[in-house]
């Protein structure tokens, strides 16, 4: 059974900083791209960033780069996103996912990506 759980978040400050973590299991995760998408209160989940599965290139929006850096640990089969100057508007359900194609290009698309986790809640205070 495929599996991928999500933790590291919580509640901070703006201008804190949360990493949040990726477990996954039940595939060979190191051979597909891995995302981080989010969902706000009440809005759709939207893609954060996404991975090669060979640890480059990566890709993020506009309004998270140069403060998130997402990354992985094959060996380990987890998935990282580094979070530093956290803005209110940062706070959503952070979830990650598995690419449906092996050795691909990352993709921003959510109808890309499969076996999502259960979400990690992030909260940012102003």
């Known amino acids: 059974q495929v599996q991928v759980v999500e933790s590291g978040g919580g509640l901070v400050q703006a201008g804190g900083s949360l990493r949040l973590s990726c477990a996954g299991s039940?595939?060979?995760?190191?051979?597909?791209?891995m995302a981080w998408f989010r969902q706000a209160p009440g809005k759709d989940r939207t893609f954060v960033a996404a991975?090669?599965?060979?640890?480059?290139?990566?890709i993020y929006i506009d309004s998270v780069k140069g403060r998130f850096t997402i990354s992985r640990d094959n060996a380990k089969n987890t998935l990282y996103l580094q979070m530093n100057s956290l803005k209110p508007e940062d706070t959503a359900v952070y979830y990650c996912?598995?690419?449906?194609?092996?050795?691909?290009?990352?993709?921003?698309?959510?109808?890309?990506?499969?076996?999502w986790g259960q979400g990690t809640q992030v909260n940012v205070s102003s």
């Open positions: 039940g595939r060979t995760f190191s051979r597909y791209s």
């Open positions: 996912a598995s690419d449906r194609m092996p050795m691909g290009v990352p993709r921003r698309a959510r109808d890309s990506y499969e076996f």
């Open positions: 991975i090669s599965w060979r640890g480059v290139p990566t």
